[in-house]
């Protein structure tokens, strides 16, 4: 009898807290939701999270408390989100380089998006481009080609950080080309556009996004973008393939992700406004005039791309050589 009245309460118990976390989910969110950006405001990855942001509080009057969270390429944000409690009120726009690129590449990243991230929505895609300072003597990829295999070594080049797309990019096409460059890694895109447009740095390998804006006021120069195609902001450059390297093809993607074990239908819900705000014209056009491509994706397809990759940049890793201690 006693089994019986103690397998009942634990039973209720179970329903009692099934129907509280249903009805948690259902009127999530009751408190702003924390939106953390990995680089510096300004970049690019701040100026797309704060466009969606933006569109998604509009269209549901959900309100988001930008942190901007720098360093590491990166690195620090995601594992901010990493660690935080799976509530739906931790979220991250997180980036090829950080979230399947950095697992690879730096030693000290503890972290596998596939087992400690869930995936809400791809936001966009971008090439990488080729800037050198105004004043540079660089004219072309082929004219930085040719000076660097006069002085291997001797030419630096700047990136938002140790082992994002940028820095591996840089990689990538120094083997193709068979040039040697000198890193120097930046907390971010600002202050290496800074030191890029001051000289004191040959040449910076950036996303088009957060490099668009000094391109077209003339403060840098676009040698070349890494992507197969030209990109539709930047027509008049050319791609590195068409300067005779071929086989090099780079591009990131960004996305929102949350903490794993976050609530599926916190994170349906999430994911759903905001592919509705990629459908919207003033918005997709607001991320082309950024320099990227807005590209929405169900779930499913969102995770199998970050899935993918994490495998397919393991290979390039190791390839390129690239390491972060």
């Known amino acids: 009898m006693k ?22 989910e259902a009127t999530w969110p009751t408190k702003p939701i924390r939106l953390v950006i990995p680089f510096p405001p300004g970049g690019g990855t701040d100026i797309l999270s704060r466009i969606i942001a933006n569109e998604v509080s509009q269209n549901t009057k959900w309100t988001f408390v930008p942190d901007n969270k720098p360093g590491a390429g990166g690195v620090i944000g995601i594992a901010d989100v990493v660690k935080a409690a799976p509530t739906g009120y931790d979220i991250v726009m997180g980036q090829k380089d950080n979230v399947v690129v950095a697992p690879w590449v730096n030693k000290s990243v503890t972290y596998d998006p596939r087992r400690d991230l869930v995936t809400i929505a791809h936001v966009a895609y971008i090439p990488l481009v080729i800037v050198t300072p105004s004043h540079s003597p660089y004219k072309s990829f082929q004219d930085l080609v040719a000076a660097a295999r006069k002085a291997p070594g001797t030419i630096t080049y700047a990136s938002p950080g140790n082992g994002t797309t940028a820095h591996l990019a840089a990689e990538i096409l120094g083997k193709a080309a068979g040039i040697k460059l ?7 895109s ?45 027509p008049e450059v050319p791609t590195v393939a068409e300067s005779g390297y071929k086989q090099v093809d780079v591009t990131t993607w960004y ?16 994911g759903v406004e905001v592919n509705k705000a990629l459908a919207k014209p003033a918005v997709v056009q607001a991320i082309k005039e950024q320099g990227a491509e807005a590209k929405s994706m169900s779930q499913a397809e969102f995770s ?22």
Not at 6 to 19: E, F, K, N, P, R
Not at 255 to 270: D, N, Q, S, Y
Request: net charge positive; charged share 15%; proline share 4%.
């Open 255 to 270: 996305g929102l992700f949350a903490p794993a074990k976050t609530p599926k239908e916190i994170v349906e819900r999430m």
């Open 3 to 24: 089994k019986g009245i103690i397998a009942a309460l634990l039973l209720m118990c179970g329903v009692m807290a099934g129907t509280s976390a249903s009805h948690a």
């Open 304 to 325: 199998k791309l970050v899935q993918s990759d994490y495998l397919k940049w393991k290979d390039i890793v190791k390839a390129s050589g690239a390491t972060v201690e």
């Open 182 to 188: 000198l890193h120097v890694p930046y907390k971010g």
């Open 190 to 234: 600002n202050a290496a556009l800074v030191d890029t447009m001051a000289g004191n740095v040959n040449l910076m390998i950036s996303s088009v996004p957060s490099a668009l804006a000094q391109i077209k006021s003339g403060k840098v120069r676009a040698m070349a973008v890494t992507s197969a195609a030209r990109s539709s902001a930047l």
